[in-house]
């Protein structure tokens, strides 16, 4: 009978007979030193690690050294990485960009990912959406090295999100051309009549000059070259329009006992009312108004003349409602259309600062109350303007009719307001008793960054700029579609096949950080402040 | 057109298959990686290749365990083995592709990819050892022994001898004493084995030749016991030499293999914590 085993007995399995195995030759002392050996070797990179986390500030660890700018907090990891958190933006918001703050160099709101500071938004994950915000650490990358310059991003950082492809064949068209925007300019403008008119003038004086150099006449350069300044009616227009023998109609004077009648207030009675921002009519020629029973004729009349505007200030405040005494200040119209609150709201914003900026160094008691009321308000715009444009209430802004009005009384009171403006309306509009704004800033596309230094060495304006066919018009004489496309709400700018002809793969860089921003920085602020602004 | 027979090459090409399968997966998703995002450590597509490297490495390191525990039925060794292999050298791709291919930045991942390539690099080496050295030493001896076994048995053969030399005449006393006691008083290491695995023992056995003549017929058969005797002893120096490197090729691998699990765990803990 076989004798029972000794289960505590080592035993080898190496078949079902199960034989009685020798440890130490298949665990011989050998092995046990490699063990040994191996532990130790493991518990002194441990006792290394633990060391260096405690006492030489994680050197260890470090997956490199941090660029240059970061350098001075090589050993303070804490200062950008949160305990089982990582990197995270908050971290980089101590020193960089505040939320919302608007104007810096390392604004978020370049980027409409960026635009909200919520960094509640920030999706990690891998599924996240365009919608969602990344963290600053996605694209710039830390511990490169003291040389890495982890502000230049490849295309690859960009892709994840904006899968567009290549440049030459999938990059959307641009906004204004594929949706067939027009330029949402006030102003009615011909290139072609002016830009001939210019162009004679050149010739006379060197019969060889370019058609380009008429362009330059009006279109100015910023002194870094990439984009223009805005165009100045006195530099511009002046020698030609609103001349010495400019002249407004004869205008009815305003009847203070009877306030809906259309009228227009005298100089001398601007002057007894010394209301806010009237300073300039102490300063005015009287004998520019000739005042006579039957009305007051003003002459010459100025470029943002203050006698027409304060007129028309007055005449909004009837047709709105004395409680709406600022209602002449915004260029908002009550036939503002949905979806467009957000530039509304800038454009506002912008009357406001402008407003605010003039009656700064007044000291009248009323003056500086209404200064308080105008900032008032430019805060509360300034706070709202960051909310999304679905939840902008437009009420802070928009002005109703005055009810004490009659239908007939407010088209009167507004067909008075085109007939004061009649010298401005050759170029502007009139509504609703105010001039419409002019968008003086001349860039459409506030996403991408355009710079025009770089491109007129090879190529001239006319031949990216043939929206309007002004080339075909003046040098050959061909007007064939210059009546319809003629007009200040063409944009006269090229379409993304025309970059194309330059930019691609093996050609001119075609990534996406030749043209697109995430951040301003010093070199480029002006597109993106603009897209602030505007949105 | 014959086909080509794996297993003229490799030991389980069920086991090689699904191996080159995975490195073809690798290649494949490294490419789309290339074309569709950065390759980057810090990536969903670097923490992947990482994560993965880790669990191959985890399932490395479990064979060391396994072996351990005989006792229990944890599968073929077999598969084991083929795991360790195979999932070794495809934890070295991940580590490449989790680098980017780039050399790394810091010390730590500095020592993190030498050990990883490393670990990896002696294992192969070892694979290599384990299919050339059996061989030679199974087609040119005639014994077979456990290296660890070998001071032991060289013991016995000595102890053996002597008693035989004991009861013989003076001059087997002299010959054994000139000519063979010094080589049974250990294993001794000839690096000539790698070369010719015999290693000159019929040479060496030419002085018994020599001797013999001069001796009686008892003496005689008492020399050819100790002709024997030298002759296993020679080819145990041959299985001494040539096991050797079997044994002292796994100090190059284990130890930094710990050291590499280790820091692996490290590595994890930083990314994680930081």
Redesign the interface.
């Known amino acids: 009978m076989p004798k029972p085993q000794d289960p505590t007995r080592k035993?080898?399995?190496f078949g079902p007979t199960r034989l009685p195995v020798a440890v130490?030759?298949?665990?011989?002392?050998?092995?046990r030193r490699?063990?040994i050996?191996?532990?130790v070797?493991?518990?002194i990179?441990?006792l290394f690690?633990f060391i260096d986390t405690i006492i030489l500030s994680?050197?260890?660890?470090?997956?490199?050294?941090l660029s240059s700018n970061h350098a001075n907090f090589e050993t303070e990891?804490s200062s950008c990485?949160e305990?089982?958190g990582?990197?995270t933006s908050q971290k980089c918001a101590t020193c960089h960009e505040k939320t919302n703050d608007r104007t810096g160099v390392y604004s978020y709101a370049a980027h409409y990912l960026y635009r909200s500071g919520n960094f509640g938004r920030i999706q990690t994950s891998?599924h996240r959406t365009a919608d969602d915000e990344q963290e600053c650490s996605t694209c710039h990358?830390e511990?490169?090295?003291r040389d890495a310059a982890m502000t230049i991003m490849?295309d690859?950082?960009c892709?994840?999100c904006h899968?567009y492809g290549s440049f030459e064949d999938d990059h959307p068209e641009f906004a204004f051309a594929r949706e067939a925007l027009p330029d949402d300019s006030t102003l009615a403008f011909t290139h072609v009549r002016h830009t001939r008119f210019v162009y004679e003038r050149l010739q006379k004086q060197s019969p060889t000059v370019y058609l380009e150099k008429a362009c330059l006449y009006c279109h100015n350069a910023e002194p870094d070259g990439k984009a223009f300044k805005p165009l100045d009616f006195e530099a511009h227009c002046g020698d030609c329009h609103l001349t010495a023998a400019t002249k407004t109609p004869n205008l009815a004077i305003s009847d203070p006992a009877d306030p809906a009648a259309p009228g227009v207030e005298t100089l001398a009675m601007i002057q007894q009312r010394r209301g806010p921002g009237t300073l300039w009519a102490f300063y005015t020629n009287p004998n520019e108004f000739a005042v006579s029973p039957r009305g007051v004729v003003n002459s010459p009349v100025y470029h943002r003349d203050p006698w027409i505007m304060e007129n028309l200030k007055q005449l909004s405040a009837t047709l709105f409602g004395p409680e709406t005494s600022l209602a002449g200040l915004f260029p908002i119209r009550r036939s503002e259309k949905p979806g467009t609150e957000q530039k509304a709201y800038a454009e506002a914003i912008s009357a406001l600062r402008e407003y605010a900026a003039g009656l700064r160094s007044r000291p009248e008691p009323e003056v500086q109350r209404d200064l308080a009321t105008i900032d008032s308000l430019l805060l509360i715009a300034e706070r709202r303007s960051l909310m999304t444009a679905e939840a902008l209430p437009l009420d802070l802004f928009m002005t109703k009719p005055n009810p004490e009005l009659t239908a007939s009384q407010q088209q009167d009171l507004e067909d008075f307001a085109r007939r004061l403006a009649e010298p401005c309306l050759l170029c502007h509009q009139v509504e609703g008793a105010g001039i419409l704004p002019v968008r003086s800033v001349q860039r459409t596309m506030a996403r991408a960054e355009f710079g025009h230094r770089a491109h007129v060495l090879e190529r001239r304006c006319l031949d990216c700029h043939t929206g309007i066919p002004v080339r075909q018009a003046l040098l050959n004489g061909d007007t064939t579609g210059v009546k319809e496309s003629d007009r200040a709400s063409t944009h006269n700018l090229p379409r993304i096949d025309n970059c194309r002809e330059c930019h691609g793969a093996s050609r001119a860089s075609d990534a996406c950080a030749t043209c697109h921003f995430m951040h301003p920085n010093k070199n480029n602020r002006g597109n993106l402040q603009l897209a602030v602004d505007r949105n | 057109m014959s086909k080509i027979d794996l297993k003229q090459w490799v030991q389980e090409p069920v086991w090689f298959t699904g191996f080159a399968a995975a490195l073809l997966a690798c290649i494949l998703g490294y490419l789309v990686n290339i074309l569709v995002s950065e390759v980057n450590p810090g990536n969903w597509w670097g923490m992947t290749y990482g994560t993965v490297a880790t669990l191959l490495m985890a399932g490395d390191v479990l064979y060391a365990a396994k072996r351990r525990m005989l006792r229990y039925n944890l599968g073929k060794s077999s598969s084991w083995v083929q795991f360790h292999l195979y999932g070794g050298a495809l934890f070295a791709v991940l580590v490449l592709m989790h680098t980017g291919f780039r050399l790394p930045v810091g010390a730590m991942n500095w020592m993190l990819w030498i050990l990883s390539l490393w670990v990896t690099g002696s294992g192969l080496f070892g694979v290599m050892l384990q299919r050339w050295i059996p061989t030679i030493l199974s087609s040119g001896l005639s014994v077979e022994a456990l290296y660890d076994r070998i001071p032991d048995l060289v013991a016995g053969i000595r102890e053996r001898a002597e008693r035989i030399v004991a009861g013989s005449t003076e001059t087997v006393r002299d010959f054994y004493s000139a000519t063979v006691a010094g080589a049974l008083s250990a294993p001794q290491y000839r690096a000539i084995y790698f070369l010719d695995v015999t290693g000159g023992i019929k040479e060496k056995l030419k002085p018994f030749e020599y001797v013999r003549p001069l001796l009686t017929a008892e003496e005689k058969d008492r020399l050819s016991q100790l002709e024997e005797m030298f002759r296993t002893k020679l080819e145990l120096d041959a299985h001494y030499t040539l096991q050797r490197p079997l044994r002292w090729w796994l100090y190059t691998h284990v130890p930094l293999s710990f050291a590499l699990v280790i820091l692996v765990v490290l590595h994890l803990y930083a990314v994680l914590v930081y």
Do not use: I, N, Y
């Not at chain 1, 130490?24 to 092995?31: I, Q, T």
């Not at chain 1, 994680?58 to 050294?65: A, I, L, N, R």
């Open positions: 035993k080898g399995s130490d030759l298949v665990f011989p002392a050998g092995s490699m063990m050996t191996g532990g070797l493991a518990g990179v441990a690690f994680d050197t260890f660890s470090s997956p490199g050294d990891c990485h305990p089982w990582g990197a891998a990358q511990h490169q090295g490849s690859q950082k892709t994840p899968d």
